[in-house]
């Protein structure tokens, strides 16, 4: 059975930055595509990057302060935060199609995800 398993949140200040890592273990394939997403208290889980056909993509109010990027070789993949804010307080989880494509931000497609880290971030 296919697990992600993210690492890598905790509490930072205002300003600061982490790093989120998700290792993607028993997939007997090509390491599949990954994206992250987060869900705060009371609202909706949000796409926050990904990868699609042309590339990285990431949702508006992350762009210019989060990287994404996979190591697939390792089957891991990265989400660095930087400049975090109080908005970016949530629980984050990575998430990847069995079916293998990458599909950017597209929640719906994704089939397998961890059991999130949370991120809290004070002013």
């Known amino acids: 059975q296919v697990q992600l398993v993210e690492s890598g949140g905790g509490s930072v200040q205002a300003g600061g930055s982490l790093r989120l890592s998700c290792v993607v273990s028993?997939?007997?394939?090509?390491?599949?595509?990954m994206a992250w997403f987060r869900q705060a208290p009371g609202k909706e889980r949000e796409g926050v990057a990904g990868?699609?056909?042309?590339?990285?993509v990431y949702g508006d109010s992350v762009k210019g302060r989060f990287a994404i990027s996979q190591d697939r070789g390792k089957n891991t993949g990265y989400l660095q935060m930087n400049i975090l804010n109080p908005e970016d307080t949530a629980m984050y989880y990575c998430a990847a199609s069995s079916s293998g494509p990458c599909w950017g931000l597209a929640r719906d497609e994704y089939d397998l995800w961890g059991q999130g880290t949370q991120v809290t971030v004070s002013s």
């Open positions: 028993r997939y007997t394939f090509r390491a599949p595509c």
């Open positions: 990868f699609d056909a042309r590339g990285p």
